[in-house]
T-cell receptor, first 113, second 114 residues
Framework: EAQVTQNPRYLITVTGKKLTVTCSQN?????MSWYRQDPGLGLRQIYY???????DKGDVPEGYKVSRKEKRNFPLILESPSPNQTSLYFC????????????FGPGTRLLVL | AQSVTQPDIHITVSEGASLELRCNYS??????LFWYVQSPGQGLQLLLK??????LVQGIKGFEAEFKRSQSSFNLRKPSVHWSDAAEYFC????????????FGTGTQLKVEL
């Protein structure tokens, strides 16, 4: 089954404790992206990757890092989480063309105390 | 600024009634246009998309959307709503610039009364 998986699905942590949210897709997609969803703001892009070893900032990159060492994986790293990073996070993937349909993971709900 | 506007934060309709969710975009050219649905506790599922051609687009679950260039709108419609349609609906566009970035509206929460 074609899918995007994220782990963990739920996470409670404390300020400053480094964490990683994993994202994996099995569709051989070049393009991958991370979004965060906040009430009243919709979804906003954090980082994206056009292919292996090619990443770039989205609209809200502060406090986040990403890496793309393999085509299927695109982890999101919070090196020193803060309460304002409490949010619902979605990973997405698509073929490389602009306007291609993006497929979303199930989401990771993060609470930073 | 380039943006997507969904003017209705909440909409309540009775089961069996028709539905229209509004979406307007601000962009110099015609963007790629999408509607996604998010059911409670779920990820986002694509309902339909528009790139070019016929301005009335059919999607899954009985939804359709009409692109109107003169109004910069891409409204989502359904002739008869089912209780299972209760969810949050997001309009999104892909503009120019970096990659395949989706720019989302703030969403419309749909409640269906039985």
């Amino acid at each position: 089954e074609a899918q995007v998986t994220q782990n963990p699905r739920y996470l409670i942590t404390v300020t400053g404790k480094k964490l990683t949210v994993t994202c994996s897709q099995n569709m051989n997609h070049e393009y991958m992206s991370w979004y965060r969803q906040d009430p009243g703001l919709g979804l906003r892009q954090i980082y994206y990757s056009m292919n292996v070893e090619v990443t770039d900032k989205g609209d809200v990159p502060e406090g986040y890092k990403v890496s793309r060492k393999e085509k299927r994986n695109f982890p999101l790293i919070l090196e020193s989480p803060s309460p304002n990073q409490t949010s619902l996070y979605f990973c997405a993937s698509s073929p490389p063309g602009r306007g291609e349909t993006q497929y979303f993971g199930p989401g990771t709900r993060l609470l930073v105390l | 600024a380039q943006s997507v506007t969904q003017p209705d934060i909440h909409i309540t309709v009775s089961e069996g009634a028709s539905l229209e969710l509004r979406c307007n975009y601000s962009y110099g050219a015609t963007p790629y246009l999408f509607w996604y649905v998010q059911s409670p506790g779920q990820g986002l599922q694509l309902l339909l998309k528009y790139f070019s051609g016929d301005t009335l687009v059919q999607g899954i679950k009985g939804f359709e959307a009409e692109f109107k260039r003169s109004q910069s709108s891409f409204n989502l419609r359904k002739p008869s709503v089912h209780w299972s349609d209760a969810a949050e609906y997001f309009c999104a566009v892909v503009l120019g610039g970096g990659g395949n970035k989706l720019t989302f509206g703030t969403g419309t929460q749909l409640k269906v009364e039985l």
